[in-house]
C-alpha cells in the first residue's frame, strides 16, 4: 500500500511539473522552439530516471530539427552524435515491439526504448525515451510519457500558430478545452496565474488522442475531453450536461465499477482492460486518484490491439504444437548483441527452462557434444565471414545428459546491408537416426543371411573343391609311403609328394578361408580393392557350381582400372549373388550355349562398371520394373532377397545397379563403384 501511495504522490507531482512548463505562446517563433521541448525533456528524464530522451520534429511541422537530452552527458557534442546514430541504425525498421530492449548506445549495458509518435500518425515526427531499468516503464511511466509527447504538440502546434499570427499582425488566442471545469476563474489579475496554469492542463488534456475524464471524491464529473465527449455521443449521452452529475447515476452498470471503486479508496492508480459493449470497443483504463480526492480516467480503444494478440495468440499456439509435433524449434541470432532468442520447442530440445536465463551464443556452444564443437565454432566462424544460408548436423548433450542428433538450418537477416541477424530451425533428428541405424543393422543381418542362403546353394561346390585337393593330399601320402618302402627309400620322389600335399592343402585352405570371409559378420570396413583381385575371390566361390551345371565362365577386365574404396565382403556378395542368379537362368538352356561372362571396364576416371552377361532366357519388361524391389522374385523357390540386397550394397557405396536385355538372348547386370581417388574427393 506504501508504494502504491508513493507512486500516486510521484504521479500527482509529476504531471504538475509538466502543466507547469512553459505555454506554447512564449514564443516568439517557431524556429526556436527548442527551449521548452529541451526542459521538458530535461524533467522527463529527472522524473522517470531515463538514460536518454530524444526528440525528432519532421520537416512536415515546418521546422525540422532533432534533439537528444542525456542523464550523464559527458562529452554532449561527441555522445550525442554517438548515440543517435546508434538509434538510427536500430530504429530505421521502426521497433517491433514496445519496449524494445537494445544495447545501450550512451553506455554499459541494456536499455528499454519506448517510441511514441507526435500526432496521430507520426506525421510531427517521434519522441523516445529509455530506461535501463528491467521493469520500465510503469503504467504511470507510460501516462507521463503521453502526456508529453502531447506537450511536444502543443508546442510544435503553438509556434506554428505564434508564427501565423505574426505574420498576420494578430494577437494568438490561447486553446481552451472542449468542456470548462467546474470552477470558474474570473478576469481578474489576481488569478491570472491559475488561469494560465488550467488554460495549460486543458491544452495537454485536449491534445492527446485518449477519452480522458475527471470525477470528484463524490464520482461526479468535472472534466470530459473532446474524445471523451465523442465517445459519449456515441451511446446518446449529452456529454455538457454529464458535468456535476454522478457517476453510478448515469452509468449504474459500469464493467469496471470494481476496479474504480479500489482506486477510489485505496488512492493507488490501476490499469485495467474492459469490453464495452455499448461501443463495441475493447477499452485500456489508466485510473489515477488526484489531489481533491477524486480520480482521473485516461482511456483508448485497443480493439485492434485485442484482435492483433488474439489473432497472435492464435497463431503461436498454432507455430507451438506444430514445433512440438514436427520437433523444429525456431531460433535468432542478434550478432551484435551476441543474444540468442528460441522458441518454445527449442528450450525442450534443450532440455532448457524457458524461465533461466537468456541464451547466448557462449550457451548455445556448451551444449554441443564435445566431439563436434570444433566443426561447429568453424561452422559459426564461416556464418560472420561469408554469410549465406547454411545447414549442418551435429550432436548436443541436453541439460539432462541425454545426446540427441540435431539437423540445424541458418538464414542471414541483413539491414541496410549490413549483417543484423541470423534466423533458423533446429530439427531433432534422433529418432531418424536412430531408425536409419536399425535399419542399417537389419539390412546388414539380411545381408548375412542371403550370404548364408548363397553358401547353402554352393555346398555342394564347396565340398568339390574342398575334397579334390584333400583326395590328391591323400593320393601323395600313400605314393611317399611307397617310395619310402624301396631299398634304397626314393627320397627325391617323397620330396615331389611332399611339395604336392603342401600345395593341395594350401588349396583347400583358401577354400575354406574365402567361405568364411564370405560369411563374416563384420562391421563392414572400407579398404582399398584391387578390381581384378575382387571379381578373381568371387569367381572362384562359384567355379566349381559353374561346372557342375555345365556353364562356360569368362573373366574379362580391361588392362587398367582404378582401385575402389568398399567393403570386400559386401562387394564379394554383390557378385556371387549376380553369378549364382546367372547360373539358375541358364538350366534350361542347352549346355552348348551356356555363357557366363564377368567384365569391368573403367567409366571414366570416377567409378569402375561392373558386368555380369548370361545367355539365359531373359527378364520380361514388367518383371525387370521389380526384380531388384525385397521379396520379389522369378523362381519358384527362391526368397526375393539377393538382388534387393545387393541394390542396397551398391547404393550404400556411391553406385547404382541395373539390368538390360541383351541383343541376340539372356540378361546382363551392371553396376557401378566410385573409384577410391572420386570417393576421396
Known sequence: MANAADETKRLIESLGELTRLPAPSSFASANCPSEIIETLLDTLIRVLRLEFAQVRVSQASGGAFEMLRLLEPGSPAVQSQEVSQALERRLQAGPSQSPLVLPNPAGDGDVSIVRLALGLHEELGFMIAASSRPDWPTDTEMLMLRIGAAQIVLVVYGTQRADADAEKGQRTERPRGFLGSTQTVDGK???????????????????IPDNFCALDKDWRFTYINRHAASALERIGKDPAGLIGKSLWDEFPEAPNEATLRQAMAERVPIVDEIFYPPLGEWIENHIAPCTNGGLVIFARYITARKHAEQQLRRSEAYLAEGQRLTHVGTWAWDIESGRVFWSGEQFRTFGVDPQGPTPDIGMCLQFIHPDDRAFIQAKLEGTLSD????????RIVAV???????????????QAGKLAEYVGT???????????????????????VTRVLSVQELTTSIAHEVNQPLAAVVTNAEASLRWL??????????????????????????????????LTRGKGERVLIEVKDLIAEAVSLVEAEARAHEVTLRVQTSGAL????????????????????????????????????????????????????DSGPGIGAPARQRIFDAFYTTKPDGLGLGLSISRSIVEAHGGRIWATPNADR?????FTIPTAESAAS
Not at 189 to 207: D, G, T
Not at 387 to 394: A, L, R
Not at 429 to 439: C, K, M, N, S, W
Not at 666 to 670: C, I, P, R, S
Request: glycine share 2%; net charge negative; aromatic share 4%.
Open 485 to 518: 618302402d624301396k631299398e634304397p627309400p626314393d627320397l627325391p620322389e617323397v620330396r615331389k609328394a611332399a611339395e604336392r600335399m603342401i600345395r593341395d592343402a594350401k588349396r583347400g585352405s583358401a577354400v575354406i578361408a574365402r567361405t568364411r570371409a564370405f
Open 666 to 670: 539372356g540378361e546382363t547386370f551392371h
Open 387 to 394: 554469410p549465406h544460408d547454411y545447414e549442418w548436423d551435429c
Open 426 to 448: 533446429t530439427m531433432d533428428v534422433t529418432e531418424q537416426v536412430r531408425a536409419a541405424e536399425a535399419l542399417q543393422k537389419a539390412r546388414a543381418e539380411l545381408a548375412h
Open 189 to 207: 489579475h489576481a488569478h491570472r496565474p491559475l488561469r494560465a496554469l488550467q488554460n495549460r492542463f486543458e491544452m495537454v488534456v485536449e491534445s
Open 562 to 613: 582404378s582401385p575402389v574404396l568398399a567393403d570386400r565382403v559386401q562387394l564379394q556378395q554383390v557378385i556371387v549373388n549376380l553369378l549364382i542368379n546367372a547360373i539358375d537362368a541358364m538350366r534350361d538352356v542347352a549346355s552348348a550355349l551356356r555363357l557366363l561372362t564377368v567384365d569391368a571396364d573403367s567409366h571414366s576416371s570416377h567409378a569402375v562398371v561392373f558386368t555380369v552377361r
Open 400 to 414: 539432462d545428459g541425454t545426446i540427441k542428433h540435431t539437423h540445424t538450418t541458418a538464414h542471414p537477416v541483413f
